[in-house]
């Protein structure tokens, strides 16, 4: 009777984890580092340029990094922003692009930037993949 109670006890448990949804599949939770075009396309940011859906989403992509301890630290520099390996005249430039044209934007922090683009992106970075149609297989399966 005891393992019968605890059996119950252990499904009903398992059951109320899997939400109220009924489905027992989770969403993956948003990766600290990486904005992608499924979240910026499932929320309200789409509407607008990435610079707002970046502030709305991901915010602390525009944080000083913890590493920066005083004005003359190397990461503070500003961020950074690149579409794909061409750098942007700076983070103003995020108002010119849509939302919608982004694959995802991933940032990198000042030692990761540095590392990848040299000493002028060591305030962090923001590299941004441009959403291309024309690189999307068609339904018969051509590109």
Not at 36 to 60: C, F, H, K, V
Not at 67 to 73: I, L
Request: overall charge positive.
């Amino acid at each position: 009777m005891r393992i019968r109670a605890f059996a119950l006890v252990v499904v009903a448990t398992a059951t109320a984890c899997t939400g109220a949804g009924g489905t027992g599949r989770r969403m993956p939770s948003p990766e600290r580092n990486l904005l992608t075009r499924e979240e910026i396309m499932n929320s309200n940011a789409w509407q607008g340029d990435l610079y707002q859906a970046i502030r709305s989403l991901r915010p602390n992509f525009f944080m000083t990094p913890a590493s920066v301890h005083s004005s003359g630290s190397s990461s503070s520099m500003p961020l950074a922003v690149y579409i794909g390996r061409i750098r942007q005249a700076g983070v103003e430039s995020l108002r010119t692009i849509a939302a919608t044209s982004v694959v995802q934007v991933r940032y990198l922090d000042p030692t990761a930037s540095q590392n990848e683009f040299g000493p002028m992106a060591s305030g962090g970075a923001l590299v941004i993949t441009l959403y291309d149609p024309s690189k999307i297989p068609n339904a018969i399966g051509e590109f």
